[in-house]
């Protein structure tokens, strides 16, 4: 039975959680609340007995029903929405029932203890009866509803989130895809093992590129993906390109979004190594300042260059949204612009999430 | 009479991969090689080569600047573009191209391309120089950038 998956539909919240009883609670005494104020004026005499009164019994009820509830999801859990929330309402007024029955007995037994004569039966009983469960099919009714509205509109936020992660999933320029293809074609004539390494490193971008959203990895994976990514550009540019690799200091089991770091890597020799002449160095160094990793890469930038090659921003806000959706407002991308000078650092939560 | 190309790209290994390509092709002879602008532009002056095969994007002076550099020339060379991804198409067609290969070139389109440039003679080409321009045949254009 346990194994059985739940209906992407179905809406109750799972009663057997502390959180869910709470909640339970704190309805049982509003509509207490709500119930007590309807018969009475504001605090006349009357009023805490009755208020203390109709919470103990709706306590009784909803507690009666939060625990029906929670043994019985899994089976509610199969069934649609519509057969579900009959089923829960049913339930709710065989709770209330029975707890009217059994504080009516109650009342009873006290009575004859305390030698005072039977209320007069059936008419009584039977209307305390209707009316708990009028005001139980009422309230659970509402209570239902809310439950259903609050779902779907967690659900729609969640594929909207989703949605989201999807289309910023990184993508891997495809000027860098060509060249590195035309790289290799050239490579596999002189230096076949120059080649084969070149065509691994790439199937590892790739991979990661491909890797389904939200996942995962640590640190570590990251640096050695952003690592393959230099190797294949090393041996396009040559010598024009050095990367200064500082940092042994950054927990490397932090866990980050699959490509955050290779994208401005690539950024970094896009638009800055490139188009200079003698290339130049890239440093990433990585340190971490409590319980964040900070990364920081730095590129040298052609003064001269009057315009900047397009796609500039891109993927850097691509890198903060996945960061933000990962780490909603603890993770934050500074860029420093100098005229010929350009840094990027990263500063995210190095928590290791169970 | 053997067809001299000049290959023109800032990568060592894009250079090497062309270069193979154009010496085993029957009837065209290298010329030389470049790495960049400045450098096609002095020894296209000095080798007098009939095709340039020049890669687009290259740092200092890029692949557009010589085309137009080139187009002033007393007896220009065919220029033919050599690109990694169709996103100067348009500018290329502008410089008044006689080609355009997409990286990794295949050999077969290379071989096409060359065969295209040998055709015309000198005249028109000086021509395209002034500013007249030819009849337009082929266009691709890509107005997206990645």
Redesign the interface.
């Given at each position: 039975m346990s194994t059985r998956r739940e209906r992407p539909d179905f809406y109750l919240p799972d009663f057997c959680r502390a959180q869910s009883v709470l909640a339970v609670v704190l309805i049982a005494e509003l509509v207490a609340m709500l119930l007590t104020l309807a018969r009475h004026d504001f605090f006349p005499e009357q009023f805490w007995p009755d208020l203390a009164q109709t919470s103990m019994f709706l306590l009784w009820a909803a507690l009666g029903t939060a625990a029906a509830l929670c043994m019985l999801r899994g089976q509610l859990s199969q069934l649609d929405v519509a057969k579900g929330s009959i089923v829960a309402l049913v339930l709710m007024l065989v709770v209330t029932a029975l707890v009217t029955e059994g504080s009516w007995q109650f009342t009873e037994m006290m009575n004859r203890r305390l030698g005072m004569p039977p209320a007069s039966f059936d008419l009584e009983h039977l209307k305390e009866l209707g009316r708990n469960l009028a005001v139980c099919a009422i309230a659970g009714g509402l209570a239902l509803r809310y439950f259903y509205v609050t779902h779907q509109w967690r659900s729609n936020v969640e594929a909207e989130a989703q949605a989201r992660v999807r289309a910023l999933q990184a993508?891997i320029?495809?000027?860098f895809l060509?060249?590195s293809?035309?790289?290799?074609?050239?490579?596999t004539?002189?230096n076949p093992r120059g080649a084969e390494q070149a065509i691994a490193d790439l199937s590892d971008l790739f991979r990661a590129s491909l890797r389904e959203h939200r996942e995962r990895i640590p640190l570590a994976h990251e640096i050695e993906i952003a690592r393959a990514y230099e190797r294949v550009e090393r041996?396009?540019?040559?010598d024009r390109l050095k990367v200064d690799w500082q940092v042994d200091a950054l927990p490397m089991d932090a866990q980050v979004p699959a490509l955050i770091l290779q994208p401005l890597l690539e950024n970094a020799v896009y638009h800055g190594i490139?188009?200079?002449?003698p290339g130049g160095t890239i440093r990433v160094t990585g340190r971490q300042d409590g319980k964040h990793a900070v990364i920081t890469i730095g590129n040298p930038v052609?003064p001269k260059l009057v315009a900047r090659r397009?796609?500039h921003r891109?993927g850097l806000d691509n890198v903060r949204q996945r960061l933000e959706l990962m780490f909603p407002g603890e993770a934050t991308v500074e860029v420093i612009e100098a005229p010929e000078h350009f840094l990027v650092t990263l500063r995210f939560p190095a928590g290791v999430p169970a | 009479m053997k067809l001299r190309v000049l290959v023109v790209d800032d990568?060592?290994?894009?250079r090497?991969?062309l270069s193979?390509l154009v010496e085993e092709l029957p009837d065209v002879e290298l010329a030389g090689v470049a790495s960049?602008g400045e450098e096609a532009l002095l020894l296209a002056g000095r080798l007098k080569p009939e095709v340039i095969l020049l890669d687009i994007?290259m740092?200092?002076m890029d692949g557009l600047e010589a085309a137009h550099h080139l187009a002033r020339m007393p007896e220009p060379p065919a220029v033919i573009f050599t690109t990694?991804?169709e996103q100067h198409a348009l500018e290329a067609f502008d410089a008044q191209a006689a080609g355009y290969l997409?990286?990794?070139?295949r050999a077969e389109k290379l071989q096409e391309a060359l065969a295209r440039a040998r055709r015309p003679t000198r005249a028109p080409l000086t021509r395209i120089a002034e500013g007249t321009g030819g009849p337009r045949t082929r266009i691709a254009v890509r107005v997206r950038?990645?």
């Open positions: 993508r320029r495809p000027h060509f060249n293809m035309n790289t290799i074609a050239s490579l004539r002189s041996l396009r540019l040559g490139e188009p200079l002449k052609e397009p796609g891109i | 990568e060592p290994l894009a090497e991969r193979h960049g994007r740092p200092g990694a991804f997409m990286k990794p070139v950038d990645e």
